[in-house]
């Protein structure tokens, strides 16, 4: 929603990061950009905090992730409770195990909007898509560079996001989405490892037997 703490094999593509680049908005967001471009797949550990509502009623919650672009992403929730959201980059799986259901859409085409999943899976051009600026994320740790990012096209879900980048890799360490309900859900990545050659089958969701299944639109192929 993808990103994140190691030393990238990619990173030697990259000259260093000029101090000039640190101080123009615009600027780093195409750095950053360029950076993922060469990031072909990652994998590692997040921790998700969702905040919203009327009361802000505030949740945490942990798991894994893998992401390989174009479009395709495999979070999995296992505490507090386990949880699994697939997207092959044609259909997304929502699998909330404690309700036995399985929920499919149809990824979202271009100009459909993104989530913060597929943010992280390359559905949107950092440098491009998004009017940059410095701005404080709540949750991020210290040391890292904030951008707030505004979609120069609305999106109907969410009103922006945001990053907190390494100052020396560029490498995504947090993200923040917030929605159009005033909710905000941040995540905090670690562990990462990049360009690993993730196969496509990790992306294949298998039905579990004897769940409910919900289908939301025709996916198109």
Do not use: C
Request: aromatic fraction near 10%; avoid cysteine; hydrophobic fraction near 40%.
């Amino acid at each position: 929603m993808r990103s994140l703490p190691l030393v990238l094999a990619g990173l030697v593509a990259l000259p260093a990061v000029a101090p000039a680049q640190l101080s123009d908005a615009a600027a780093l967001a195409t750095r950053v950009q360029a950076r993922y471009a060469i990031i072909k797949d990652f994998e590692g550990r997040f921790v998700q905090t969702y905040e919203g509502g009327i009361l802000r009623t505030r949740t945490t919650e942990s798991g894994t992730l893998t992401v390989k672009q174009p479009g395709r992403f495999r979070f999995v929730y296992t505490k507090p409770e386990r949880k699994e959201f697939v997207s092959d980059g044609v259909r997304i799986y929502s699998y909330l195990v404690a309700d036995k259901q399985v929920i499919v859409s149809p990824a979202p085409g271009p100009g459909e909007g993104t989530t913060p999943a597929l943010f992280l899976a390359g559905r949107a051009d950092i440098g491009s898509d998004f009017t940059a600026s410095f701005a404080p994320l709540p949750g991020a740790a210290d040391g890292l560079v904030t951008l707030k990012l505004v979609p120069r096209s609305p999106d109907p879900d969410y009103e922006w996001f945001g990053i907190g980048v390494d100052a020396n890799s560029l490498q995504i360490r947090h993200l923040v989405a917030v929605d159009r309900n005033g909710g905000r859900s941040s995540f905090a990545f670690s562990n990462l490892k990049e360009n690993r050659g993730v196969p496509d089958n990790t992306f294949r969701f298998l039905i579990p037997r004897g769940v409910d299944v919900v289908t939301n639109g025709t996916p198109s192929q």
